[in-house]
Protein backbone atom coordinates (compact mmCIF):
# COMPACT_ATOMS: atom_id res chain seq x y z
CA UNK A 1 0.00 0.00 0.00
CA UNK A 2 1.34 3.60 -0.52
CA UNK A 3 1.97 6.18 2.16
CA UNK A 4 -0.77 8.83 1.19
CA UNK A 5 1.84 11.16 3.61
CA UNK A 6 4.78 10.56 0.86
CA UNK A 7 2.11 11.24 -1.95
CA UNK A 8 0.72 14.55 -0.25
CA UNK A 9 4.77 15.78 0.25
CA UNK A 10 4.77 15.18 -3.71
CA UNK A 11 1.38 16.96 -4.72
CA UNK A 12 2.34 19.70 -2.29
CA UNK A 13 5.76 20.42 -4.77
CA UNK A 14 4.30 19.78 -8.00
CA UNK A 15 1.95 22.68 -6.66
CA UNK A 16 4.68 24.85 -5.73
CA UNK A 17 6.94 24.27 -8.44
CA UNK A 18 4.06 25.59 -10.71
CA UNK A 19 3.06 28.65 -8.63
CA UNK A 20 6.68 29.54 -7.93
CA UNK A 21 7.64 29.62 -12.02
CA UNK A 22 4.68 31.53 -12.33
CA UNK A 23 4.98 34.05 -10.22
CA UNK A 24 9.01 34.07 -9.47
CA UNK A 25 8.57 34.42 -5.41
CA UNK A 26 11.68 33.82 -4.20
CA UNK A 27 9.86 33.22 -1.02
CA UNK A 28 8.50 29.84 -2.07
CA UNK A 29 11.70 28.48 -2.13
CA UNK A 30 12.58 28.63 1.52
CA UNK A 31 9.27 28.09 2.74
CA UNK A 32 9.31 24.43 0.69
CA UNK A 33 12.54 23.60 -1.16
CA UNK A 34 10.57 21.17 -3.73
CA UNK A 35 13.13 20.05 -5.78
CA UNK A 36 15.57 19.10 -3.26
CA UNK A 37 12.11 16.93 -1.25
CA UNK A 38 11.54 15.36 -4.51
CA UNK A 39 14.99 13.89 -4.91
CA UNK A 40 14.56 12.64 -1.68
CA UNK A 41 11.24 10.51 -2.29
CA UNK A 42 12.81 9.48 -5.75
CA UNK A 43 15.92 8.12 -3.35
CA UNK A 44 13.59 6.69 -0.96
CA UNK A 45 11.61 4.68 -3.89
CA UNK A 46 14.89 3.94 -5.72
CA UNK A 47 16.10 1.71 -2.46
CA UNK A 48 13.00 -0.21 -2.15
CA UNK A 49 13.11 -0.95 -6.17
CA UNK A 50 16.97 -2.14 -5.82
CA UNK A 51 15.86 -4.48 -2.39
CA UNK A 52 12.89 -5.95 -4.75
CA UNK A 53 14.79 -6.41 -8.02
CA UNK A 54 18.81 -5.67 -7.64
CA UNK A 55 20.22 -3.70 -10.53
CA UNK A 56 17.41 -4.35 -12.73
CA UNK A 57 15.78 -1.63 -11.12
CA UNK A 58 17.74 0.95 -12.97
CA UNK A 59 16.25 -0.26 -16.32
CA UNK A 60 12.63 -0.37 -15.04
CA UNK A 61 13.02 3.32 -13.43
CA UNK A 62 14.88 4.74 -16.72
CA UNK A 63 11.57 2.72 -18.50
CA UNK A 64 9.52 5.14 -16.44
CA UNK A 65 11.33 8.32 -17.11
CA UNK A 66 12.16 8.36 -20.50
CA UNK A 67 8.82 7.93 -22.33
CA UNK A 68 7.07 10.98 -21.39
CA UNK A 69 10.43 13.03 -22.34
CA UNK A 70 10.15 11.07 -25.97
CA UNK A 71 6.53 12.26 -26.03
CA UNK A 72 7.71 16.08 -25.60
CA UNK A 73 10.68 16.05 -27.61
CA UNK A 74 8.27 14.55 -30.72
CA UNK A 75 6.36 17.66 -30.81
CA UNK A 76 9.12 20.26 -29.74
CA UNK A 77 12.60 19.02 -31.63
CA UNK A 78 10.80 19.18 -35.16
CA UNK A 79 8.82 22.68 -33.75
CA UNK A 80 12.73 23.89 -33.26
CA UNK A 81 13.79 22.26 -36.46
CA UNK A 82 11.22 24.15 -38.96
CA UNK A 83 11.66 27.31 -36.98
CA UNK A 84 15.37 28.11 -36.69
CA UNK A 85 18.18 28.24 -34.87
CA UNK A 86 18.59 24.17 -33.88
CA UNK A 87 21.58 22.71 -35.56
CA UNK A 88 20.06 19.19 -37.66
CA UNK A 89 23.56 17.38 -35.86
CA UNK A 90 24.01 14.18 -33.38
CA UNK A 91 23.30 16.17 -30.49
CA UNK A 92 20.03 15.79 -31.21
CA UNK A 93 19.89 12.19 -29.97
CA UNK A 94 20.33 13.65 -26.61
CA UNK A 95 16.59 13.39 -26.89
CA UNK A 96 16.47 10.28 -26.40
CA UNK A 97 19.12 9.90 -23.70
CA UNK A 98 20.21 12.80 -21.88
CA UNK A 99 23.25 12.41 -20.08
CA UNK A 100 23.49 15.99 -20.28
CA UNK A 101 21.72 19.14 -21.75
CA UNK A 102 20.11 18.66 -24.99
CA UNK A 103 20.09 21.30 -27.57
CA UNK A 104 17.47 23.49 -28.07
CA UNK A 105 17.34 26.92 -29.48
CA UNK A 106 16.15 30.27 -27.98
CA UNK A 107 12.52 29.95 -27.21
CA UNK A 108 12.76 26.19 -27.26
CA UNK A 109 15.54 26.23 -24.63
CA UNK A 110 13.52 28.51 -21.91
CA UNK A 111 9.89 26.35 -22.72
CA UNK A 112 11.94 23.16 -22.11
CA UNK A 113 14.14 24.37 -19.26
CA UNK A 114 12.92 21.82 -17.01
CA UNK A 115 14.94 18.68 -18.62
CA UNK A 116 17.65 19.33 -16.69
CA UNK A 117 15.61 17.33 -13.91
CA UNK A 118 15.41 14.69 -16.15
CA UNK A 119 19.40 14.63 -16.74
CA UNK A 120 20.33 14.77 -13.08
CA UNK A 121 17.71 11.79 -12.01
CA UNK A 122 19.24 9.58 -14.96
CA UNK A 123 22.62 9.84 -13.34
CA UNK A 124 21.28 9.29 -9.82
CA UNK A 125 19.65 6.31 -11.15
CA UNK A 126 23.18 4.73 -12.54
CA UNK A 127 24.76 5.78 -9.67
CA UNK A 128 22.55 4.20 -7.10
CA UNK A 129 23.60 0.78 -6.95
CA UNK A 130 26.98 1.56 -6.02
CA UNK A 131 25.54 4.06 -4.01
CA UNK A 132 23.11 2.37 -1.50
CA UNK A 133 25.74 -0.58 -1.33
CA UNK A 134 28.25 2.12 -0.19
CA UNK A 135 25.60 3.77 1.56
CA UNK A 136 25.05 0.79 4.12
CA UNK A 137 28.52 0.51 5.33
CA UNK A 138 29.56 3.38 5.74
CA UNK A 139 26.30 5.87 6.02
CA UNK A 140 27.67 8.85 7.63
CA UNK A 141 30.88 9.44 4.88
CA UNK A 142 28.74 8.63 1.99
CA UNK A 143 26.08 11.24 2.97
CA UNK A 144 28.83 13.67 3.89
CA UNK A 145 30.50 13.27 0.20
CA UNK A 146 28.26 15.18 -1.67
CA UNK A 147 28.39 17.90 0.25
CA UNK A 148 31.73 18.00 0.42
CA UNK A 149 31.85 18.07 -2.98
CA UNK A 150 29.40 20.83 -3.59
CA UNK A 151 31.07 23.51 -1.12
CA UNK A 152 34.44 22.00 -2.85
CA UNK A 153 33.11 22.62 -6.64
CA UNK A 154 31.49 26.62 -5.61
CA UNK A 155 34.66 27.77 -3.55
CA UNK A 156 37.50 26.28 -5.81
CA UNK A 157 36.05 25.23 -9.12
CA UNK A 158 32.84 27.03 -10.23
CA UNK A 159 33.15 26.52 -13.42
CA UNK A 160 32.89 22.61 -12.54
CA UNK A 161 30.22 20.81 -15.40
CA UNK A 162 26.95 21.01 -14.33
CA UNK A 163 26.36 17.55 -13.86
CA UNK A 164 29.03 17.75 -11.14
CA UNK A 165 27.29 20.73 -9.52
CA UNK A 166 24.20 18.93 -9.38
CA UNK A 167 25.21 15.94 -8.04
CA UNK A 168 26.95 18.03 -4.64
CA UNK A 169 23.64 19.99 -4.30
CA UNK A 170 20.59 17.37 -4.73
CA UNK A 171 22.95 13.43 -4.61
CA UNK A 172 22.62 14.55 -0.46
CA UNK A 173 18.80 15.01 -0.59
CA UNK A 174 18.92 11.31 -3.10
CA UNK A 175 20.80 9.78 -0.11
CA UNK A 176 18.63 11.08 2.94
CA UNK A 177 16.11 8.92 0.91
CA UNK A 178 18.19 5.92 1.53
CA UNK A 179 18.62 6.97 4.90
CA UNK A 180 14.45 7.01 4.99
CA UNK A 181 13.71 3.89 3.50
CA UNK A 182 16.22 1.99 5.45
CA UNK A 183 14.65 3.47 8.64
CA UNK A 184 17.77 5.56 9.91
CA UNK A 185 15.64 8.85 10.76
CA UNK A 186 12.80 6.83 12.17
CA UNK A 187 15.19 5.25 14.54
CA UNK A 188 16.99 8.51 15.53
CA UNK A 189 16.10 10.23 18.55
CA UNK A 190 13.90 13.02 18.54
CA UNK A 191 16.31 15.46 20.46
CA UNK A 192 18.77 14.50 18.26
CA UNK A 193 17.49 14.48 14.55
CA UNK A 194 15.53 18.03 15.71
CA UNK A 195 18.98 19.09 16.99
CA UNK A 196 20.66 18.27 13.56
CA UNK A 197 18.26 19.75 11.64
CA UNK A 198 18.02 23.27 13.77
CA UNK A 199 21.92 23.32 13.10
CA UNK A 200 21.82 22.37 9.47
CA UNK A 201 18.83 25.28 9.20
CA UNK A 202 21.29 28.01 11.10
CA UNK A 203 23.79 27.30 8.83
CA UNK A 204 22.10 27.19 5.45
CA UNK A 205 20.13 30.21 6.98
CA UNK A 206 23.55 32.26 7.90
CA UNK A 207 25.03 31.30 4.67
CA UNK A 208 21.78 32.38 2.83
CA UNK A 209 21.45 36.32 4.17
CA UNK A 210 25.08 36.89 4.06
CA UNK A 211 25.17 35.27 0.24
CA UNK A 212 22.34 36.87 -1.71
CA UNK A 213 22.15 35.83 -5.15
CA UNK A 214 20.75 37.27 -8.44
CA UNK A 215 17.19 37.16 -7.50
CA UNK A 216 17.64 37.91 -3.73
CA UNK A 217 17.51 35.23 -1.41
CA UNK A 218 16.18 32.94 -4.13
CA UNK A 219 17.55 29.25 -2.94
CA UNK A 220 18.11 28.69 -6.82
CA UNK A 221 20.80 31.23 -7.14
CA UNK A 222 22.24 30.15 -3.78
CA UNK A 223 23.16 26.40 -3.61
CA UNK A 224 25.13 25.95 -0.78
CA UNK A 225 22.61 27.46 1.37
CA UNK A 226 20.09 25.52 -0.66
CA UNK A 227 21.85 22.15 0.39
CA UNK A 228 22.31 22.86 4.06
CA UNK A 229 18.77 24.20 4.26
CA UNK A 230 16.80 21.67 2.15
CA UNK A 231 18.81 18.93 4.56
CA UNK A 232 17.10 20.28 7.25
CA UNK A 233 13.70 20.35 5.93
CA UNK A 234 14.25 16.92 4.60
CA UNK A 235 15.17 15.58 8.24
CA UNK A 236 11.81 17.19 9.83
CA UNK A 237 9.84 16.35 6.87
CA UNK A 238 10.77 12.59 6.70
CA UNK A 239 12.12 11.84 9.71
CA UNK A 240 9.18 12.96 11.86
CA UNK A 241 6.81 11.50 9.03
CA UNK A 242 3.72 9.76 10.04
CA UNK A 243 3.07 6.34 9.31
CA UNK A 244 0.02 7.40 6.66
CA UNK A 245 -2.06 10.21 5.83
CA UNK A 246 -5.61 8.56 5.57
CA UNK A 247 -7.44 12.01 5.92
CA UNK A 248 -6.17 12.64 2.39
CA UNK A 249 -8.87 10.00 1.40
CA UNK A 250 -11.85 11.39 3.66
CA UNK A 251 -12.88 14.17 0.84
CA UNK A 252 -12.58 11.62 -2.11
CA UNK A 253 -12.17 15.12 -4.76
CA UNK A 254 -8.66 15.59 -3.14
CA UNK A 255 -7.96 11.85 -2.58
CA UNK A 256 -7.96 12.02 -6.24
CA UNK A 257 -6.31 15.09 -7.07
CA UNK A 258 -3.23 13.81 -5.26
CA UNK A 259 -3.47 10.55 -7.09
CA UNK A 260 -3.60 12.53 -10.53
CA UNK A 261 -0.79 14.68 -9.79
CA UNK A 262 1.40 11.99 -8.63
CA UNK A 263 0.61 9.41 -11.06
CA UNK A 264 0.97 12.23 -13.54
CA UNK A 265 4.67 14.12 -12.18
CA UNK A 266 6.30 13.73 -15.35
CA UNK A 267 3.64 15.16 -17.49
CA UNK A 268 2.68 18.03 -15.19
CA UNK A 269 6.63 18.98 -15.04
CA UNK A 270 7.56 18.60 -18.54
CA UNK A 271 4.49 20.44 -19.54
CA UNK A 272 3.40 23.69 -17.40
CA UNK A 273 7.31 25.87 -18.43
CA UNK A 274 5.99 26.05 -21.94
CA UNK A 275 2.48 27.07 -20.90
CA UNK A 276 4.66 29.75 -18.54
CA UNK A 277 6.43 30.96 -20.95
CA UNK A 278 3.12 30.95 -23.85
CA UNK A 279 1.46 33.45 -21.55
CA UNK A 280 4.04 35.52 -20.30
CA UNK A 281 3.21 37.80 -22.92
CA UNK A 282 -0.55 38.86 -21.29
CA UNK A 283 2.25 40.53 -18.97
CA UNK A 284 2.36 43.08 -21.63
CA UNK A 285 -1.19 42.71 -23.49
CA UNK A 286 -3.07 43.10 -20.28
CA UNK A 287 -0.65 44.99 -17.69
CA UNK A 288 -0.12 42.45 -15.02
CA UNK A 289 3.09 42.87 -13.19
CA UNK A 290 3.91 40.46 -10.97
CA UNK A 291 2.57 42.51 -7.92
CA UNK A 292 -0.87 42.22 -8.95
CA UNK A 293 -2.32 39.20 -7.10
CA UNK A 294 -5.58 38.68 -9.77
CA UNK A 295 -3.20 38.79 -12.81
CA UNK A 296 -0.60 36.19 -11.07
CA UNK A 297 -4.20 34.15 -9.68
CA UNK A 298 -5.47 34.02 -13.25
CA UNK A 299 -2.14 33.06 -14.94
CA UNK A 300 -1.25 30.00 -12.41
CA UNK A 301 -5.28 29.12 -13.06
CA UNK A 302 -4.50 28.93 -17.00
CA UNK A 303 -1.53 27.17 -16.74
CA UNK A 304 -3.36 24.67 -14.91
CA UNK A 305 -6.32 24.05 -16.51
CA UNK A 306 -3.51 23.78 -19.49
CA UNK A 307 -1.39 21.43 -18.27
CA UNK A 308 -4.93 19.57 -17.21
CA UNK A 309 -5.54 19.03 -21.25
CA UNK A 310 -2.35 18.09 -21.76
CA UNK A 311 -2.50 15.46 -19.19
CA UNK A 312 -5.43 13.86 -20.34
CA UNK A 313 -3.79 14.07 -23.87
CA UNK A 314 -0.80 12.67 -23.35
CA UNK A 315 -0.61 11.40 -19.48
CA UNK A 316 -1.24 7.92 -20.04
CA UNK A 317 2.30 7.50 -21.07
CA UNK A 318 3.17 7.70 -18.06
CA UNK A 319 0.45 4.20 -17.49
CA UNK A 320 2.50 2.39 -20.56
CA UNK A 321 5.90 3.03 -19.10
CA UNK A 322 4.90 2.07 -15.98
CA UNK A 323 3.01 -1.00 -17.26
CA UNK A 324 -0.65 -0.01 -15.95
CA UNK A 325 -3.96 0.05 -17.65
CA UNK A 326 -3.93 3.53 -19.54
CA UNK A 327 -6.51 6.06 -17.70
CA UNK A 328 -6.69 9.45 -18.61
CA UNK A 329 -7.41 10.48 -15.85
CA UNK A 330 -6.20 8.01 -13.12
CA UNK A 331 -7.71 7.72 -9.39
CA UNK A 332 -11.34 7.16 -10.55
CA UNK A 333 -14.72 5.17 -9.27
CA UNK A 334 -13.00 1.54 -9.23
CA UNK A 335 -15.95 -1.26 -9.52
CA UNK A 336 -16.52 -3.44 -6.45
CA UNK A 337 -16.01 -7.35 -7.43
CA UNK A 338 -19.26 -9.21 -7.52
CA UNK A 339 -19.93 -10.66 -4.44
CA UNK A 340 -18.64 -13.97 -3.92
CA UNK A 341 -21.10 -17.23 -3.02
CA UNK A 342 -20.35 -18.61 0.50
CA UNK A 343 -20.29 -22.28 -0.89
CA UNK A 344 -18.11 -20.92 -3.39
CA UNK A 345 -15.77 -18.49 -0.96
CA UNK A 346 -12.25 -20.55 0.63
CA UNK A 347 -11.44 -18.62 3.71
CA UNK A 348 -7.87 -17.18 3.99
CA UNK A 349 -5.87 -17.61 7.03
CA UNK A 350 -5.85 -13.97 7.42
CA UNK A 351 -9.49 -13.48 6.72
CA UNK A 352 -10.07 -12.59 10.69
CA UNK A 353 -9.26 -13.77 14.02
CA UNK A 354 -9.68 -17.64 14.14
CA UNK A 355 -12.84 -19.04 16.36
CA UNK A 356 -11.71 -20.04 20.38
CA UNK A 357 -11.01 -23.64 20.43
CA UNK A 358 -12.40 -25.28 23.75
CA UNK A 359 -9.93 -26.56 26.08
CA UNK A 360 -9.40 -30.27 25.31
CA UNK A 361 -10.73 -32.72 28.45
CA UNK A 362 -8.07 -34.01 30.49
CA UNK A 363 -5.40 -31.10 30.85
CA UNK A 364 -4.37 -32.08 27.49
CA UNK A 365 -2.33 -30.36 24.88
CA UNK A 366 -3.74 -27.50 23.00
CA UNK A 367 -6.27 -28.51 20.90
CA UNK A 368 -4.29 -28.94 16.50
CA UNK A 369 -6.47 -28.47 14.08
CA UNK A 370 -7.60 -31.52 11.76
CA UNK A 371 -7.80 -31.50 8.14
CA UNK A 372 -11.11 -30.84 7.22
CA UNK A 373 -13.70 -33.94 5.74
CA UNK A 374 -16.70 -33.80 4.39
CA UNK A 375 -18.67 -33.10 7.37
CA UNK A 376 -16.86 -29.65 8.16
CA UNK A 377 -13.73 -29.03 10.29
CA UNK A 378 -13.18 -30.84 13.66
CA UNK A 379 -10.58 -30.21 16.15
CA UNK A 380 -7.99 -33.43 17.42
CA UNK A 381 -6.24 -32.58 20.88
CA UNK A 382 -2.77 -34.55 21.23
CA UNK A 383 -3.40 -35.63 24.52
CA UNK A 384 -0.37 -35.39 27.46
CA UNK A 385 0.79 -38.84 29.01
CA UNK A 386 -1.57 -40.69 31.03
CA UNK A 387 -4.66 -38.32 29.69
CA UNK A 388 -7.65 -39.56 26.91
CA UNK A 389 -8.14 -38.04 24.02
CA UNK A 390 -10.95 -36.09 23.13
CA UNK A 391 -12.64 -34.51 19.98
CA UNK A 392 -14.62 -31.57 20.36
CA UNK A 393 -16.31 -30.39 17.28
CA UNK A 394 -15.98 -26.83 16.21
CA UNK A 395 -18.70 -25.10 13.91
CA UNK A 396 -18.74 -24.40 10.38
CA UNK A 397 -17.21 -20.72 9.75
CA UNK A 398 -19.48 -18.24 8.38
CA UNK A 399 -17.75 -16.92 5.57
CA UNK A 400 -18.27 -13.58 4.30
CA UNK A 401 -18.50 -12.53 0.54
CA UNK A 402 -15.42 -11.09 -0.53
CA UNK A 403 -16.38 -7.29 -1.28
CA UNK A 404 -13.99 -5.00 -0.86
CA UNK A 405 -11.88 -2.74 -3.20
CA UNK A 406 -9.00 -3.88 -5.52
CA UNK A 407 -5.54 -2.93 -4.27
CA UNK A 408 -4.11 -0.77 -6.94
CA UNK A 409 -0.25 -1.56 -8.12
CA UNK A 410 2.30 1.06 -6.83
CA UNK A 411 2.22 3.86 -9.07
CA UNK A 412 5.91 4.86 -10.88
CA UNK A 413 8.47 6.11 -8.56
CA UNK A 414 9.56 8.79 -10.80
CA UNK A 415 7.24 11.66 -9.53
CA UNK A 416 9.90 14.36 -10.06
CA UNK A 417 10.31 17.96 -10.26
CA UNK A 418 11.23 20.92 -12.33
CA UNK A 419 14.91 22.49 -12.58
CA UNK A 420 13.91 25.96 -10.71
CA UNK A 421 12.97 25.20 -7.08
Known amino acids: MRNRYLDLLRFLAIIRVVVYHVTGWATLTLVFPAMSVMFALAGSLMAASLDRSG ?73 SPLALWLFRRAPLPTLITPYVLLVVVELGFPGAPVVLRDFGLYFGAWLLGFAHHDGMLRRMSRRVLVTVAAVLATAGAAWIFTHPGARGYDLNDIRIGNALWAAAFILIALGLAPSGAAWVDRNARFGRLVTIFNRRALTVYLWHMPFVVALTPLVDVVGWSHQNLLGLA ?52 TDGPRPAVPAAIGGSRPAVPAAIDGSGPVVRTVPRAGSAAAVVPRPRPVVEPISGPAVEPEPSAENAPLRVS
Open 55 to 127: PAAVGRRLRRLLPSLWVAAAIFVPAMLLIGGLPLNWRLLLWLFPITDPPANGWGALALSVIWYLRDYLWFVLA
Open 298 to 349: IRVALVFALVGVMTVLVGWVEDVAARRRPELLPGGRRTRPEPTRPTDAVPAA
